[in-house]
C-alpha cells in the first residue's frame, strides 16, 4: 500500500511566503537590524526549492535594505545587467527584479569623504574609495531611477548625500521617470540654497512636485536659521505655479523659515492635508511658516512643532493663537521647547481677538470648544525654573474648563519606573517619575490619562492615592449602563404604544 502524499497548491504557499518574509507594515519602522535578519531569512527561503524560489523571488527586491554605499553599487549593478538582457516580448511591460520593488529606502547610507589613494593594493578598494562619494550616488540614484518604476516610497539619506539628491539633475531625472506617478512617500529632501530657480524662474522642488500626483506624505529638510532666507521682493518677483497635491496628507517642513516652496505650498489647496510637522519661525523676520499655519490650520488633525537650536531664537516660538487657527486639531505635539519653557495658559486656552465696535452690530459668538485630545510633551528636564514652568501647566490643565475633550497626556523619551513589590515606593517616587506621577494623579480627576513614551499609563495608580479614580470609572460605566437601559425600555414601550394605537383605529 503506497502511503498517502499531501500536496499543497503553490498559491498557498504564496501566501505563507508572504506573512513569513514579506515587506512589513510602512506605520512600523523596523529596526536596522531587523531589516537584515529579513533580508537574510528572504535568501534562505529563495534557496528551498524552486517552486519557492518563483514565489519569494519579489521579496528580496521589495524593500531592498541598502545600509552602505557598495550595497547600493552592487543593487543598480544587479538591475542594470537585467535590464540590458530584458525585451519587450516579455509579459511585463518593465524589465525584472527592478518592476518589484515598491520601497527604496537609503536612509541608513552612510556617506564619508574619503581620499581616493593613487597607491591603493586593488582596484577594488579603489573603487569603495569611490562609491562613497556623494556625487557618485547621484550618478548611480540617476539609473537606478528608471529602472524601479513602481517605486511607491523613497527615502533619502541624510546629511551631505541627501543634498547632493537634491540638485536639479537627480530632481529632473526623478520627475521625468514613470516612478513619478506612482511615487506616495517621499522623504528627505533638502534644500540646498533658497532663492535658486531654473529658467521658467521656478524652484526646483516646487518643479519636482509639479509632476507627482499621487504624492501623499512628502518631507523636506533645510539649513534652519544658518541659511539666508530670500527677500519678500524676490518671492513677489518669482510667482510659482499652482501645486495639484490632491492626495497630500502629511507634510514635513524642518527648518525652513521662508523659501519659494512655502509660497507655493501657501498659494495651493492641499485639500487632503491632516498633519503637519512644522519648526515655527513666528516672530522672526522673512516668516512663511506662520502664514502657511493660517492657510492649511483649518483642516490639520494633528501637528507637531520641531524646535531648533536657530539664531536669532524667536522670541514667541509658535503662535499664541495656534488653537483658533486650528480649530480642528485633534493632536498638538512639542518635540522640543525653547529654554525648556512650555507654554502657558493663553496658548491652551487662547482668548479671541476683540471685534472693532464700528465693523460688528451684534458681539461675535465666541469661539467653539477645542477638539483638541492628545497633547504630547517632551520629558521634563531636571532645571528648577524649567520644573515650576511644568507644574504651572499641569495645573491649568487640571481645570475641567481648560480644552474639555483632552483624554491624554505624553511625555516622550520617559518611562515609568515599576516598584519591584508594587506600591508607590523606592524608585517610582522619586526624581522625575514621581513629580510625573503626582501629576497623573492631578489630571486623572478630570479623566485624563498620563502615558509615558511607549504609551503606557501610570503603573499601580490605585496604590498611590488613586481608588477614587477607578471608583468613578465604575460609576461612569454603570450610570451609562443604567442610562442607556432606560432609553432600549422607553423604545420599546413608545413603538408598543404606536403598535396598539394603529390597532385601535
Known sequence: MSAFKLVIPMEIWADVLFFGVGPPAQEKAMAEHGRRELRDRRKIVVQVCRGWKKAAWKYLF??????????????????????????????????????????????????????????????????????????????????????????????????????????????????????????????????????????????PLVSLLEGLPALEELSVVGGGGVDMPP????????????????????????????????????????PELTSLHLTSYHS?????????????????????????????????????????????????????????????????????????????????????????????????????????GYKRLMSDLSHPSVLPSLSSLTFTKFNWVHSPNGGSGGASSAGTNGIIREWAIMLGKRGVVVLDGKNKPCPDLAEVGGKWLLAELVKRRTVSALVGRERRRRSVRSWDDSEQSEDGG
Open 62 to 203: 521589495i524593500d531592498p535594505y541598502l545600509p552602505t554605499p557598495q550595497s547600493l553599487h552592487q543593487f543598480t549593478s544587479i538591475l542594470v545587467s537585467a535590464d540590458k538582457k530584458w525585451d519587450d516580448l516579455r509579459h511585463s511591460p518593465h524589465s525584472l527584479p527592478g518592476a518589484y520593488v515598491r520601497t527604496l529606502d537609503l536612509s541608513h547610507l552612510c556617506y564619508e569623504a574619503k581620499p581616493v589613494s593613487a597607491s591603493s593594493s586593488s582596484s577594488v578598494s579603489r573603487l569603495a574609495d569611490i562609491v562613497h562619494r556623494p556625487w557618485m550616488q547621484s550618478q548611480l540614484l540617476c539609473q537606478l531611477i528608471p529602472l524601479v518604476p513602481s517605486v511607491e516610497t523613497l527615502v533619502l539619506p541624510s546629511g551631505e548625500g541627501g543634498l547632493m539628491l537634491s540638485r536639479g539633475i537627480f530632481l529632473r531625472a526623478l520627475k521625468e521617470s514613470e516612478l513619478s506617478s506612482n511615487l506616495k512617500r517621499l522623504k528627505g529632501l533638502g534644500m540646498l540654497m533658497n532663492g535658486v530657480i531654473d529658467g521658467r524662474g521656478v524652484d
Open 284 to 388: 522672526t523676520e522673512w516668516d512663511l511658516t506662520t502664514p502657511l499655519l493660517q492657510k492649511h490650520g483649518w483642516k490639520l488633525k494633528s501637528l507637531t512643532f520641531i524646535h531648533l537650536p536657530d539664531f536669532p531664537q524667536p522670541a514667541l516660538p509658535f503662535p499664541e493663537n495656534t488653537l483658533l487657527i486650528c480649530p480642528s486639531l485633534e493632536s498638538l505635539q512639542f518635540e522640543t521647547f525653547p529654554h525648556n519653557t512650555p507654554p502657558s495658559l493663553s496658548f491652551f486656552d487662547p482668548i479671541p481677538p476683540p471685534v472693532p465696535a464700528e465693523t460688528s452690530v451684534r458681539p461675535a459668538p465666541p469661539p467653539p470648544p477645542s477638539k483638541l485630545r492628545h497633547v504630547i510633551l517632551p520629558r521634563p528636564p531636571n532645571s528648577k525654573p524649567a520644573t515650576e
Open 231 to 270: 527677500s519678500d521682493e524676490f518671492i513677489e518677483n518669482n510667482p510659482q505655479p499652482m501645486l495639484y497635491l490632491k492626495n497630500l496628507q502629511h507634510l514635513s517642513l524642518i527648518g525652513i523659515r521662508s523659501s519659494l516652496l512655502l509660497q507655493a505650498l501657501i498659494d495651493s489647496d492641499l
